[in-house]
């Protein structure tokens, strides 16, 4: 078990964890096998099969050595990393919010990963029953990896969780993951958190996502669509939807200062 602390985190920082062992061995590394980001200290994205979508982190109070702490469990082994130059947490959570409600990644764009170790590769050659087998060409799915590498902008993309853990790109920020903590107490406005937290993805998944799934099926349709007018609309939704969440981020944002910095 490993520890998180959340006080000392940035928006945009990555957590590597053990996640799928069998993704886990299918890259470089092997010993992650998921991904998810850091939005605010308590707010994290992350990358299932169905959707993406905003996480709370169920918090605790923990005490190692002499040092008492506000953070959250991970089982096994765990990284934190972090951009060299962190991006600005109005900015991580503009790219955050475009990338909601996106289904997980396609068989045949995992099969263009390109840290996969050659039994990966023989796996992926046969249709999988929990990934689809094709990309909506307009909002193509994500890896978790892939995912969290967007959002920060990194040179490459396309990369699995293995990958993330040894890139250049990012730096072992110190201290951040303790081995052995003992758990005290789980924080007593975690649920509050949470609440809030869920209130933003039911807002801001649903209403992109079904806009670019209506213009994809549409397309597929054979419909001649004015697409500036189409990526008009969408910029406008996502205004719209980061417009009518900002107050839902301020009120996450205070929460996690009472809980953190108090």
Same mark, same amino acid.
């Given at each position: 078990?490993?520890?998180?602390?959340?006080?000392?985190?940035?928006?945009?920082?990555?957590?590597?964890?053990?996640? %799928?062992?069998?993704?886990?061995? *299918?890259?470089?590394?092997?010993?992650?096998?998921?991904?998810?980001?850091?939005?605010?200290?308590?707010?994290?994205?992350?990358?299932?099969?169905?959707?993406?979508?905003?996480?709370?982190?169920?918090?605790? #109070?923990?005490?190692? *050595?002499?040092?008492?702490?506000? *953070?959250?469990?991970? %089982? *096994? $082994?765990?990284?934190?990393?972090?951009?060299?130059?962190? #991006?600005?947490?109005?900015?991580?959570?503009?790219?955050?919010?475009?990338?909601?409600?996106?289904?997980? +990644?396609? #068989?045949?764009?995992?099969? $263009?990963?390109?840290? =996969?170790?050659?039994?990966?590769?023989?796996?992926?050659?046969?249709?999988? !029953?929990?990934? /689809?087998?094709? &990309?909506?060409?307009?909002?193509?799915?994500?890896?978790?990896?892939?995912?969290?590498?967007?959002? =920060?902008? =990194?040179?490459?993309?396309?990369?699995? /969780?293995?990958?993330?853990?040894?890139?250049?790109?990012?730096?072992?920020?110190?201290?951040?993951?303790?081995?052995?903590?003992?758990?005290?107490?789980?924080?007593?406005?975690?649920?509050?958190?949470?609440?809030?937290?869920?209130?933003?993805?039911?807002?801001?998944?649903?209403?992109?996502?079904?806009? =670019?799934? %209506?213009?994809?099926?549409?397309?597929?349709?054979?419909? &001649?669509? !004015? #697409?500036?007018?189409?990526?008009?609309?969408?910029?406008?939704?996502?205004? !719209?939807?980061?417009?009518?969440?900002?107050?839902?981020?301020?009120?996450?944002?205070?929460?996690?200062?009472?809980?953190? !910095? +108090?």
């Amino acid at each position: 078990m490993s520890i998180i602390k959340a006080t000392p985190l940035l928006p945009g920082d990555v957590l590597l964890e053990p996640g %799928d062992p069998k993704i886990a061995a *299918g890259a470089e590394g092997g010993v992650f096998g998921h991904a998810s980001l850091a939005v605010t200290r308590l707010t994290w994205m992350q990358v299932g099969l169905r959707a993406i979508m905003l996480q709370a982190r169920p918090i605790a #109070r923990y005490r190692s *050595g002499s040092e008492t702490f506000i *953070g959250f469990e991970i %089982d *096994g $082994q765990a990284l934190v990393r972090r951009r060299h130059a962190p #991006r600005t947490a109005t900015d991580v959570w503009a790219e955050v919010t475009s990338e909601l409600g996106r289904k997980y +990644a396609s #068989r045949v764009k995992l099969q $263009q990963i390109k840290d =996969l170790m050659p039994d990966a590769i023989e796996a992926l050659a046969q249709p999988l !029953d929990y990934v /689809p087998e094709t &990309d909506d060409p307009l909002a193509p799915g994500r890896l978790c990896s892939e995912a969290c590498a967007v959002v =920060l902008g =990194l040179s490459e993309t396309l990369i699995s /969780p293995g990958a993330l853990a040894l890139t250049d790109e990012l730096m072992d920020p110190p201290g951040l993951v303790v081995p052995h903590a003992t758990f005290i107490e789980a924080h007593p406005r975690s649920d509050e958190l949470a609440e809030l937290v869920n209130t933003i993805s039911r807002r801001a998944a649903p209403r992109l996502s079904r806009a =670019l799934q %209506d213009c994809a099926e549409r397309l597929k349709a054979g419909e &001649d669509i !004015d #697409r500036d007018a189409f990526f008009a609309s969408i910029e406008a939704e996502f205004t !719209d939807t980061v417009g009518a969440n900002s107050q839902l981020v301020r009120q996450i944002e205070a929460l996690e200062a009472l809980i953190l !910095d +108090a």
